[in-house]
């Protein structure tokens, strides 16, 4: 069985939010519910200040504390490495986002990061907490693996795609959108990626050139040392970085 | 009144109410209900008052819950998620955990010099606890789908299961501990069993609640192998403040109006001992977990710099804590109701804000560099006030409701 994850390259990555933009389109996210992120923050000081970015999408851990907190089993890692939350079980405890050590999670009622609020303005008849004017077709969402427009009061997140990757045939080492036979399969962020800094396949499968990219580009993960395993990796080469977790200054 | 009698009495409780309505009409009824029957008394006020004050913020969350739903708080995804809802329930249930310890003082450690607060102590400690699950029930997404979904889920790997199993199981013993009080059944097997069995259950209920905040390694404010302890000691030194607090209030805040026994123990130096012991030892804890905080360098407790400087942290620390250590420690102070009464109410409202603080401390700092550009800000919204508020005027409704038709002054034939 699969073990699905990502390869990130910081060399690549040129903050141009395409990977954002696209899964906003694909999973029906709301402004500020970014279930993919680029975060940008600088280092240094004048005059030799640096701004960076970082690709954030949910880590799919191998280790998921959001998993482990989870009082109903709502959130629950699949066989083949997904993070996923059923919303039925979901009852908006957000004990998940306090364990979650990367802030990828969001409760679906707060108030709208900008104004006017989409909620109210396409508005919902039945259990969707709204009704976006485009969406993935009906038959595409499934709430027991959190996918699709969600209803009131509960956590949503990124599911790696997996109503495209889990229909991905047996066996498939990597997923690329350069491939004809596997591009459908591929998450939305990794396809819409305009340097093709995003690589998405088998971390199981030593042949994959996600497997491969990480021995041999010395892949590294984020907040490793809190032992939650992510099963994206990063490329940080000699110009990227991945963001210290040390995240203001102690004086 | 027997036992057997009283228990078939709860069991009719219901049909008698019904056939009252009848024979009375609703506006009598209604009547009977707003002043508890029989003449007035402070608890009467105090019901009336409360049940205005539950009934308006009950109206006023309720609306903002339809109309904006959770949207109507100032918490969010990427700051800070919990909020004033949750440290408020974090407040009431340690209470009552603390209300448990105190009456259990007498009824299973053998303190009887304590057996007359005893009574009162289980009923308040019923009434926070009711206070702090009202309040987290308010706050959550689907508070009926817990019902199920957390049973059938059986996550053994999550505190908070764990917490909901021994809070429940908590509660049922609790109730019926206070069934077998209230019938005057202090001292039979069953009823010793169940003072011991609720005892226990709220030990390792309130330490859940800590594992809840205190195994979670990814927020170095919160994580702490020893928060149990910590909870624990807190939890008894509130227990203790709401005790004397709402014993005073019970007697019109004067020593002379308390029965003999009663005023013994309230002029004595065995309780504001407990109480001085209880408070040194939570200023012990402060101070060590903020010098650790100011000290470290781990990540996570820059926030240590933030609480030192703001004013609620020294309200808490000296007002809340230090001077009603000095008054409960002075021989001359410490038997004087109105120091009394005062330390109660300082301790109460510090341990109030104390809770609120450790909740919201614990998420501000953002978990990586670029996630924020400093600390997260955070002040409830008036919706979250208002759920507080709901605990608050439910305790006090609660406990009016118990001191005017439940006799909480009462106690076993012996002592």
Redesign the interface.
Same mark, same amino acid.
């Given at each position: 069985m699969a073990k699905w994850g990502m390869v990130i390259d910081l060399e690549k990555c040129t903050g141009c939010q395409a990977c954002t933009a696209a899964c906003a389109m694909e999973n029906n996210r709301q402004p *500020? &519910?970014n279930w993919q992120d680029v !975060? %940008?923050?600088t280092e240094g000081e004048y005059p030799s200040v640096q701004v $960076?970015?970082?690709p954030r999408p949910c880590m799919h851990c191998e280790n998921p504390?959001c998993v482990? @907190?989870?009082? /109903?089993?709502?959130t629950y890692k699949t066989d083949e490495g997904f993070v996923l939350i059923d919303w039925d079980?979901? !009852? *908006?405890?957000?004990?998940c986002? !306090?364990?979650?050590? %990367? *802030?990828v999670?969001?409760?679906?009622? &707060? $108030?709208?990061l900008v104004g006017p609020d989409i909620k109210t303005v396409f508005k919902s008849n039945d259990e969707h907490s709204w009704n976006p004017p485009w969406k993935m077709p009906d038959s595409r969402e499934d709430w027991k693996h959190g996918v699709g427009v969600q209803p009131?009061? @509960?956590v949503s997140k990124c599911t790696f795609c997996y109503h495209r990757v889990s229909k991905a045939p047996k066996g498939t080492p990597d997923l690329s959108e350069h491939d004809p036979k596997t591009r459908e399969y591929t998450p939305a962020c990794v396809v819409a990626c305009p340097p093709t800094a995003r690589y998405f396949g088998d971390l199981d499968n030593p042949e994959s050139e996600v497997s491969k990219m990480i021995s041999n580009k010395n892949g590294v993960r984020?907040?490793d040392q809190? *032992?939650n395993k992510p099963q994206v990796y990063y490329l940080t080469g000699v110009g990227g970085a991945v963001?210290?977790?040390?995240? !203001?200054k $102690? /004086? | 009144m027997n036992v057997q009698s009283q228990e078939r009495g709860y069991v009719s409780m219901s049909d008698t109410l019904i056939a009252h309505w009848k024979d009375v009409g609703t506006r009598a009824l209604l009547k009977e209900v707003l002043t508890l029957g029989g003449e007035r008394t402070t608890a009467t006020t105090i019901w009336q008052v409360s049940l205005l004050g539950l009934v308006i913020s009950l109206a006023i969350a309720f609306y903002m819950l339809v109309t904006e739903g959770h949207a109507a708080f100032n918490t969010n995804s990427w700051g800070v998620t919990w909020g004033l809802p949750i440290s408020t329930y974090v407040f009431f249930v340690l209470t009552s955990t603390g209300l448990t310890f105190l009456a259990s003082l007498a009824m299973i450690f053998g303190f009887d010099e304590f057996y007359p607060v005893a009574k009162r102590c289980v009923w308040l400690a019923l009434a926070t606890l009711v206070a702090g699950f009202a309040t987290l029930a308010l706050e959550l997404g689907h508070p009926f789908r817990m019902l199920w979904a957390v049973p059938t889920g059986f996550q053994y790997r999550s505190p908070m299961f764990w917490m909901g199993v021994f809070y429940t199981l908590y509660l049922l013993l609790l109730l019926l501990k206070f069934v077998k009080i209230h019938g005057g059944d202090w001292d039979s097997r069953a009823s010793r069993y169940l003072g011991i069995s609720s005892f226990v259950s709220v030990v390792i209920a309130h330490s859940t609640l800590g594992l809840l905040f205190g195994m979670m390694a990814m927020r170095p404010m919160w994580y702490d192998g020893m928060l149990p302890v910590y909870f624990l000691i807190t939890a008894a030194m509130s227990g203790a403040a709401f005790a004397v607090f709402f014993t005073y209030l019970a007697y019109g805040f004067s020593q002379e109006r308390m029965p003999e026994k009663l005023r013994a123990l309230a002029s004595g130096s065995a309780l504001p001992n407990v109480f001085a012991t209880l408070i040194g030892i939570t200023i012990l804890a402060t101070v060590s977990r903020t010098i650790t905080g100011l000290w470290s360098n781990m990540d996570g407790l820059e926030v240590y710099q933030l609480l030192v400087r703001s004013p609620m942290y020294h309200f808490e620390f000296w007002a809340g804590l230090v001077v009603p250590f000095v008054l409960m420690l002075s021989p001359t102070l410490q038997r004087q109701a109105g120091m009394q009464i005062l330390s109660a109410a300082l301790v109460m409202a510090s341990l109030f804000m104390g809770r609120l603080e450790f909740v919201v401390s614990g998420q501000l700092v953002p978990m990586f560099k670029g996630s924020a550009l400093g600390l997260y800000q955070y002040a409830p919204s008036m919706t979250e006030w208002m759920l507080a508020l709901v605990g608050i005027f439910l305790t006090f409704a609660l406990y009016a409701f118990g001191e005017k038709l439940l006799d909480l002054s009462a106690q076993p034939a012996r002592a």
């Open positions: *500020g &519910e !975060i %940008y923050f $960076k970015w970082f504390s482990h @907190v989870c009082p /109903t089993r709502a079980r979901c !009852i *908006g405890c957000k004990y986002m !306090i364990a979650c050590p %990367y *802030g999670r969001f409760y679906t009622d &707060e $108030k709208p009131r009061d @509960v984020l907040l809190l *032992g963001p210290s977790n040390r995240a !203001i $102690k /004086t | -």
